[in-house]
């Protein structure tokens, strides 16, 4: 599989999923107009992925703001390391935040709940 690469914009966070090594990272602000056209391809792309994945994947998610929408499909995306994981394939979600956003942090505490797998709540300054 080759290495994927999205810009971060105003409305979409930067995607860089590097197959080989076992990465998939997001990061900025994620209210894309259309979240289904924006995650859709990421899914895809992952799900593709498992049919030959590392050891271990890293799943690093450093979002700013997530609306409903794109909430939807992150959801899809943590179900899909969910299955994946229950078959035996290790993967760890490190969920970062910044210091005083409640509404991030508590919004991966509910995703740690609601998935059930090897995940790092970290806060930064």
Request: aromatic fraction near 14%; charge should be negative; include cysteine.
């Amino acid at each position: 599989m080759e290495e994927y690469i999205l810009k971060k914009t105003f409305n979409t966070p930067s995607v860089h999923f590097i197959p080989n090594e076992g990465i998939l990272k997001i990061e900025g602000r994620s209210i894309p107009e259309d979240p289904g056209g924006f995650y859709d391809k990421i899914i895809k792309l992952l799900k593709e992925y498992y049919k030959n994945p590392q050891e271990i994947t890293r799943v690093d998610i450093n979002l700013e703001y997530i609306n409903s929408g794109s909430s939807k499909y992150m959801l899809e995306l943590l179900r899909i390391l969910k299955v994946n994981y229950d078959l035996g394939k290790d993967c760890i979600v490190n969920w970062y935040y910044e210091e005083d956003d409640e509404s991030i942090q508590e919004l991966g505490q509910h995703y740690q709940s609601t998935v059930q797998l090897p995940f790092k709540l970290i806060d930064y300054y």
